[in-house]
């Protein structure tokens, strides 16, 4: 059996080094925060990264600070310690223009203990500014440094010659699966088209404290996420790869959660860090598939909730809602809880009129209450964002619609709806056919639209609907009358 996995090389060094900064160039994007400020980076942050063709798994870490273990900086030091453990190789990043520092000596003695190969690597050694840092860096007794600049990509191929030694037979072993699964495969054929879909990418948002992080560690079963009583402690968004076992059949399914930043009302962010905190969490939205927003039970549902499911129903992602701290909420007895629970649904309804119906749970990260009943609705849900009708059965339902509720006909000219098709799926997009189509009024679409999510099987998904009217056949620059154009 061929063995392929990717190597884990993991980032490690104080505050304010250039970690993320050489993180982000790895990866070949800007996935990691980067600021000025030290201490921006709080979680293990993961990327696909490439170096000269070498393939490798890199983790952002938090800078390593001497702190109180009890303390926010001394439970991100434990976070760091804890990233090592079944760590490849580990890449210890120091300043060149600012010198070894006692942080930098304490961190390298650590190292030195650790059953992991180190790479050291000199950060912002361009130019002359760096050479005395890069010459004091070798009293670390980690080796030769590879002096680089993260930030302007320079002494890649010095990054390359460190670190190949310890991670290059993973990509030989590699080619080498790669080889025979082409030699397995023989001919092949195409691809299935009913295969099933990749792993559910699950993000969780949500206002500050909410209880976001805390939910993830609970679904992992270890503390992978920084937790703790002060707002806000996750900046960037983090993604964790997972399989999780269907206590109900035995099923084992494939997740990607994505736990994201707060999000508090845009006039209290006046932080630039917080500002980018919150645009990555957006960013996080767009590329996940199911999205589940988190309520505080304890704080109920406010004004900041429906902006956050607003945007990700206008984003077209799949939503549902799940009410955090039930344990402490029920504690007032089944009436005030159900009461709380009716209370929400009534609210969710009215301030999302959009989408009515959403999927609602109330949940305990705390103690695990109703999260197998959440993550099983997440892939059923995911699995109607999928959905696609045929054209026949789509205009089956299409017709009695029509005939159930016919379109109106203002100044007693008739609009008429002529057919219907699915343009796509994630979310469900659906054009109409038809004439005088900008005089259809708003709530017919919506019409057609719920009945749809009720006919169909798309239930509180998203659903798109685009109209689109003929060509004039007296404009000549527009050609003939078969042709179909302007949307709406």
Not at 133 to 155: F, N, R, T, V
Not at 245 to 268: H, S, Y
Not at 323 to 328: A, G, Q, R, V, Y
């Amino acid at each position: 059996m061929s063995y392929a996995r990717k190597p884990t090389v993991i980032i490690i060094g104080r505050p304010n080094v250039g970690k993320s900064t050489l993180f982000n160039r790895l990866v070949g994007k800007k996935l990691a925060l980067v600021d000025d400020q030290p201490g921006v980076t709080r979680d293990r942050r993961m990327g696909d990264a490439e170096l000269a063709g070498m393939q490798f798994t890199v983790v952002d870490t938090a800078g390593w600070e001497d702190e109180d273990k009890a303390t926010l900086p001394g439970r991100m030091r434990a976070q760091t310690e804890v990233s090592l453990e079944g760590a490849d190789a580990a890449m210890f990043v120091i300043d060149a223009r600012a010198g070894i520092t006692p942080l930098d000596e304490e961190i390298a003695r650590w190292l030195r203990t650790v059953d992991v190969p180190v790479v050291l690597v000199a950060n912002k050694a361009e130019g002359k500014t760096g050479d005395a840092g890069l010459l004091e860096s070798y009293a670390l007794g980690l080796g030769d440094p590879a002096p680089i600049s993260a930030e302007h990509g320079e002494g890649i191929a010095d990054l390359f010659e460190g670190l190949w030694p310890h991670i290059g037979h993973f990509e030989q072993e590699a080619e080498r699966a790669a080889e025979l699964a082409r030699e397995a495969a023989g001919d092949g054929e195409g691809e299935d088209e009913d295969a099933p879909l990749g792993p559910l990418k699950l993000a969780i948002v949500g206002r500050p404290n909410a209880g976001k992080s805390t939910l993830i560690n609970r679904l992992l079963g270890e503390d992978r996420l920084l937790t703790g009583p002060e707002a806000g402690i996750t900046r960037d968004s983090i993604a964790v790869d997972w399989e999780w076992t269907d206590p109900k059949d035995g099923e084992v399914r494939p997740i990607r959660l994505i736990d994201t930043a707060g999000m508090r009302k845009r006039a209290k962010v006046t932080d630039k860090l917080e500002k980018l905190s919150v645009a990555d969490a957006r960013r996080a939205v767009d590329f996940a598939e199911v999205v589940v927003l988190l309520l505080d039970a304890t704080q109920g549902l406010e004004h900041q909730d429906l902006k956050i499911a607003s945007h990700a129903l206008e984003e077209g992602r799949a939503l549902m809602i799940a009410i955090n701290k039930w344990d402490i909420a029920g504690q007032g007895g089944t009436e005030d809880a159900s009461s709380l629970f009716n209370g929400i649904r009534g609210a969710l309804n009215e301030g999302l009129s959009q989408v009515r119906g959403l999927p609602l749970f109330a949940v305990s990260a705390r103690t695990g209450k109703g999260l197998d009943d959440m993550l099983r609705a997440a892939f059923e849900i995911r699995e109607s964002w999928s959905k696609r009708v045929s054209t026949a059965a789509l205009n089956r339902w299409f017709d009695d619609a029509l005939e159930a509720n016919p379109p109106p006909a203002p100044g007693g000219r008739r609009i008429k709806l002529r057919y219907i098709t699915q343009a796509g799926t994630r979310p469900p997009r659906f054009v109409i056919f038809g004439t005088r189509l900008d005089d259809l009024p708003k709530s017919y679409e919506r019409y057609l639209v719920n009945s749809i999510r009720a006919k169909l099987g798309f239930d509180a998904v998203p659903v798109r609907i685009v109209l689109k009217s003929p060509k004039n056949p007296y404009n000549a620059n527009k050609g003939g009358g078969g042709n179909y154009s302007g949307e709406r």
